[in-house]
């Protein structure tokens, strides 16, 4: 291991502004908001792992959202803050009469079969603007983008991620329920 030298910061006023002239926008290919597990690790969680701890790792490591394998490294679905909501691993605790500590990530996971995604052929043509759309009418702030010919998940698309490189907040709300409509209706 190897001691680096620290240095004072008194004399430094000035800061180094990017030259790059890449900013992404409406109109930007689809590509430049992409997350290519090609080059960067996706964010996984082991199938075996509690809901509670699974929480407490998304909390520590500020994540909205995880990808749900085996040991294997097979894909099995996906867990978000929203699924990991205290009151719902209660609800799943009491459902399965055991103990909080008992309820995996796995019982509380959107599975993939219940998943929609991009395919990654159709992204290299598409704009932001169509994933935006795409990300507002179905709700979702998350999409899976997969590989048809590899039949692989190739990446993801987050919400957050589009609207940092905007610059502009992206409003997703979920799509109305029956209950929403009924109580609209009422």
């Known amino acids: 291991m190897r001691n680096l030298e620290l240095f004072n910061t008194a004399s430094v006023d000035h800061l180094l502004w990017s030259t790059d002239n890449d900013i992404t926008q409406l109109n930007s290919p689809a590509l430049s908001i992409f997350t290519d597990f090609d080059h960067s690790q996706p964010m996984v969680i082991d199938s075996q792992t509690s809901a509670v701890k699974t929480s407490e790792i998304m909390e520590k490591t500020h994540a909205f959202m995880r990808l749900v394998v085996d040991g294997k490294n097979r894909f099995l679905g996906v867990i978000t803050k929203h699924q990991l909501l205290h009151r719902k691993m209660v609800k799943m605790a009491n459902k399965f009469n055991s103990n909080l500590d008992e309820v995996l990530v796995t019982d509380m996971m959107v599975p993939r079969e219940e998943l929609q995604s991009l395919d990654y052929e ?9 994933v935006v759309r795409s990300l507002q009418e179905n709700g979702l702030h998350h999409i899976l983008v997969i590989d048809h010919q590899q039949h692989h998940i190739r990446g993801l698309i987050s919400a957050n991620d589009v609207a ?9 709300e979920q799509p109305p329920s029956f209950m929403h409509i009924f109580k609209a209706a009422i």
């Open 122 to 130: 159709q992204l290299t043509s598409a704009k932001v603007s169509d």
């Open 164 to 172: 940092r490189k905007l610059k502009v907040p992206i409003n997703i």
